[in-house]
């Protein structure tokens, strides 16, 4: 398999947005602790929620679902 072919396809985008997803849901209660010190654990569940949109929409931009991203 040509692997450079297979990276050309791939979209910036989509894979910023993927990992930015995956990072977001994963340390949620870490980053809310950090940036909202007391009332960061309110802030935890939607910040996954963003988290994981973003990773959804990182993931279809990559299959190419919005053509030209």
């Given amino acids: ?3 450079e072919k297979v990276l050309s ?3 910036v985008p989509g894979i910023t947005l993927l990992l930015a997803g995956a990072v977001l849901c994963v340390q949620a ?3 809310c602790r950090f940036v909202l010190h007391d009332r960061g654990e309110r ?3 939607p910040v996954r929620i963003a988290g ?3 990773a959804l929409l990182g993931a279809l931009i990559l299959l190419d679902v919005f053509p030209g991203l």
Wanted: proline fraction near 0%; aromatic fraction near 6%.
């Fill in 29 to 31: 209660t870490r980053l």
């Fill in 9 to 11: 396809r791939l979209s």
């Fill in 52 to 54: 994981l949109v973003l």
């Fill in 1 to 3: 398999m040509d692997w």
């Fill in 43 to 45: 802030a935890v569940l």
